[in-house]
């Protein structure tokens, strides 16, 4: 088929069942919500493997954070200005037997019962690296900035049949907090390094696109042009299931200064930090080595075994 | 300090300060969501491949589940009636550029800005195996049942400084789906074989209990007295702060027909198929070593190191 032919939504849904007949992926009631297999699980837990092999000499300090994020710290980031259509915010049962009562009853009559609940002091992480910045508050860093390796699960409310747009998946981030230059180059030798580490494990297709987010609504699109200008976003991308419009499978922020003006994070000199991100996508990864190199990963080439450790 | 002085708050609040203060969880601004170190989580890790070592002569199916799980699977459990304090309920926004600019504005003037937000198809996940059933709706068991190993991600809206009482943290699970006499073998062999996969990595002191959950209000008192009769949930506790309140760190509980009557999940003999779970807690596992062995894992006794391949 050539690629003017190509019908992008028809062939993520072709991508998606081969994946759900294989059982790599495990079906739910809610679209882009799925169960993991082993085996689609043993290529992340070994491509996990393979950027901490790649990655140790750099010495991070390394941090595992659950899916959630604090409601404040959720608010100090523009989630709620530029992604609002894909937050998820965490709400409770706070009442008494009674109310839990009038719970039931909404229930048992097929009224929101839901819409009763109240905010509690959380909300879903919208990024892997979110967490990691209160937990600089108030400091001053080294010399050398801080390096940090984190791996978490972030969500983004947008039910899709693309396997690539799951609404729970997870990031490996490295960040870097530190001068100005520091996050720069951060961001520079990751976005080498990125496409260096993919075409070890034989993904050669990958390639760096300056990127710009879809931010929501009208002054989302002032912010689009913004990003571009200041190339503050780079991604990786890969043909997933379309060649015209490679997936990412990884990314490349630098925040500038945003997140040490809220949590008054100081370099050596006494100016605010400057950070800078790449994440990977891990289901994202794996999507695409099973769609380069198919199902049965015992045939896939001794090269990509070899690097994986597989 | 003998055992009738102890202050039970006063020695979860003493443990927590130290994991703190050696790093092995991060502080976030709320109680019970860390984030977890590299040391912590090389312990969940090893602990991980320890259980599935000793339990790949069973075969079972794997599966890693997010941490989400769809709302109507989660009103498919009893948990609304008998934990609804600790149920967590997603909510996003489904407005337009109109209700965002009101959204904003309530936020800026420290309005409750969350309330405005709808119900989406997703609950936290409050137990590792609830997605798991959904998964076999309208089929019938093989012979032998299935045998299933999961882990995940579970949430539970319970603020404290206990550091075992997570609000996020993971259970490993294995479930068995099958006649009533293959769900309660598997109950009764795995609280067997926990303790003893317990005392191969040194927690020789770890007890069963017939336990009861503490559910929700008048009712809930109602079916803890129904399920202690039954004996349906056992615990393994440990005295991680407390020995006259050990901590549960691994827990089975027996369903009965309660959901493959949800989802009609039967046997061969054409019955409604029984299941049961042990679920082990992982954070809490590393919670009850640490304790016991303290802080330097290099420190540790040479036959825990070796169980856990460390």
Not at 185 to 193: A, E, G, P, S, V
Not at 216 to 238: C, D, H, P, T
Request: proline share 6%; with cysteine; charged share 25%.
């Amino acid at each position: 088929m050539s690629h003017t032919h190509e019908n992008p939504v028809g062939l993520q849904e072709k991508y998606q069942r081969e994946l759900l007949s294989a059982g790599l992926l495990i079906e739910s009631s809610v679209p882009g919500v799925y169960g993991r297999s082993d085996v689609f699980e043993g290529v992340i837990q070994r491509f996990e493997a393979y950027l901490t092999r790649n990655s140790r000499h750099l010495q991070p300090e390394v941090i595992h954070f659950p899916p959630i994020l604090s409601r404040d710290d959720y608010l100090k980031t523009s989630h709620i200005e530029t992604f609002p259509h894909l937050m998820g915010s965490l709400h409770g049962f706070l009442g008494n037997e009674r109310t839990h009562m009038e719970l039931l009853r909404k229930r048992e009559h097929g009224e929101n019962w839901a819409a009763d609940l109240e905010p509690i002091e959380l909300m879903m992480a919208p990024a892997a690296c979110y967490p990691l910045y209160p937990t600089a508050r108030d400091t001053t860093l080294p010399e050398k900035g801080r390096l940090i390796d984190l791996v978490g699960f972030v969500f983004r409310h947008e039910p899709s049949n693309d396997p690539a747009r799951m609404q729970s998946f997870r990031q490996r981030e490295f960040v870097q907090l530190g001068t100005p230059e520091q996050a720069l180059n951060h961001r520079d030798d990751w976005i080498d390094k990125g496409i260096e580490l993919y075409k070890g494990v034989g993904l050669d297709e990958v390639q760096r696109v300056i990127a710009n987010d879809p931010f929501f609504g009208r002054g989302g699109r002032a912010m689009v042009v913004s990003q571009i200008e200041q190339a503050m976003k780079y991604e990786l991308v890969f043909p997933i299931t379309s060649t015209e419009k490679p997936t990412a499978i990884a990314s490349s922020n630098y925040h500038m200064d945003h997140f040490s003006h809220s949590y008054n994070i100081k370099t050596t000199n006494g100016e605010f930090a400057h950070t800078a991100c790449i994440g990977f996508g891990l289901e994202r990864t794996a999507l695409a080595m099973f769609k380069k190199f198919r199902f049965d990963v015992k045939a896939w080439p001794s090269s990509v075994k070899t690097a994986l450790e597989l």
